[in-house]
């Protein structure tokens, strides 16, 4: 996708007006919505056929309205790694939220269906993923910090730098950190560069740290089995 080329999605959810409105909204925020589908076999024969930028999936579908969704997304993103996949859930599952997230390095988000509601936001949202970023809700972040974690690498940083990771888990860019924090955006430059150096994340041309990192952060705060 160019500079000048709008951003082109598929989406797929069962329930018709929920998928009419969200196109309509979605064309008015100047995203081309390439095609449409109420089940994971219509979502996987239109990224096939569409080739989009990004696929907005539903976490459940027909037949059976369990994780459809999510094992569509897995498959979009083995077979059509160019194509980021956003999974919509209408509540935090936090089992299903991890098995998405854990298992991609990029172009993934999971975000909940009221964030839809903010436009704006969910476009950005879509475009941060299309330039190869992961959204993380901000609802999905809170449940794991108040989780128990076992051998916590994050000991290893400040509760400023904490604060950071966390807010870069929710898809945030520096300056967006930045103005949530009330800092300068060369003082999140540092902090951001020192939790590459706490988590021993040196840099490489094939890895982004920036995920690398947040993933870090999802893994350790995911709750043991057993506690849910």
Known sequence: MSTTDPLRVVLADDAGLVREG???????????????????????AQVNKTQPDVAVVDIRMPPTFTDEGLIAAAQIRQQHPHVAVLVLSQHV??????????????????????RV??????????????????????????????APTRDDPLEALS?????VLSLLAEGRTDRGIADALSLAPKTVETHVRAI???????ASVTENRRILAVLTY????????GDR
């Open 22 to 44: 969200l196109a309509r909204l979605l064309t008015d925020a100047g995203i081309e919505v390439a095609a449409q589908a109420a089940t994971a076999g219509e979502l996987l």
């Open 196 to 202: 590459f150096r706490n988590l021993y994340l040196p």
């Open 218 to 225: 999802l893994r350790t705060r995911q709750k043991p089995t």
């Open 93 to 114: 599952d936090i089992s299903y939220a991890m098995q998405l997230i854990t298992q991609q390095t990029g172009r993934i988000g999971y975000l909940l269906k009221d």
């Open 117 to 146: 509601v903010d436009i704006d936001q969910f476009a950005a949202a879509l475009r941060h993923l299309a330039a190869g970023g992961c959204v993380i809700d901000p609802t999905l972040v809170a449940e794991l910090v108040a």
């Open 159 to 163: 509760a400023r730098e904490r604060d």
